[in-house]
């Protein structure tokens, strides 16, 4: 599963003004622990209630990854946003079917084990 330690409690602070225009900017950045970190920040948003849902497209365009913990973070994103959002969950069906392809087979797992649960 996903481990979360007390070096991971930075990214439960609280929303302020701007910060999903900052979190859609970093979701976007070409480095990518920057990345990594944006997508661990919506994921802790999302864990303490906040609506992050308007990061769908954002987070979705990070799918398309090497790292296997930045790719399980999406997929916790999708799974827990992709019933509202349909429409933008369609945009992730073609990196679900490359993921079952994988030579890995943690990512071939997670691909199966998400796509049943959206």
């Known amino acids: 599963g996903l481990q979360l330690n007390m070096a991971d409690s930075k990214y439960f602070t609280t929303t302020k003004k701007g910060e999903i225009a900052e979190l859609r900017s970093d979701l976007a950045s070409d480095k990518k622990e920057k990345k990594k970190d944006a ?59 490359k993921d079952c392809d994988d030579p890995n087979p943690l990512i071939r797992a997670l691909a199966v084990r998400t796509m049943g649960c959206i």
């Open 39 to 97: 997508v661990k920040k919506v994921i802790a948003s999302m864990t303490v209630g906040k609506d992050v849902s308007s990061l769908f497209p954002d987070v979705i365009n990070c799918m398309q990854t090497e790292n296997t913990e930045l790719k399980k973070l999406v997929y916790l994103y999708l799974t827990n946003y992709a019933k509202a959002q349909p429409d933008h969950a369609i945009m992730a069906v073609n990196t679900f079917v």
